[in-house]
């Protein structure tokens, strides 16, 4: 089992910066990837980017050159997001892909105000 706790949400103005963390417990030997998803309103929640266990990432489209996900260690991740839109506003939600299975963290809101 994998417990994922987000922090560092809030409201900031287009343009802003803002930098998440999550921060994984339990079986983080088993982490053989981690990533942050968003769910806009009325939206289905989409990946953003992940970082597997080698430190390979991946981003959606719409965040390159914006975002930036990184690993402070075996169980920090962080998405540092620059540049930022109103299009972003959404719940932001840890995920990490275990031998176990996958797990979510319980999201941290980013608003960003036009």
């Known amino acids: 089992q994998v417990q994922l706790v987000e922090s560092g949400g809030g409201l900031v103005q287009t343009g802003g910066s803002l930098r998440l963390s999550c921060v994984a417990s339990g079986s983080i030997f088993t982490i053989k990837a981690m990533g942050w998803y968003r769910q806009p309103p009325g939206k289905q929640r989409e990946l953003v980017a992940s970082i597997t266990s080698g430190g390979t990432t991946n981003y959606a489209d719409s965040v390159k050159g914006r975002f930036t996900i990184a690993k402070y260690n075996v169980n920090t991740v962080y998405l540092q997001m620059n540049s930022l839109k109103p299009e972003d506003t959404a719940v932001y939600y840890c995920?990490?892909?275990?031998?176990?299975?996958?797990?979510w963290g319980q999201g941290t809101q980013v608003t960003v105000s036009s």
């Open positions: 995920n990490a892909v275990a031998s176990s299975g996958e797990y």
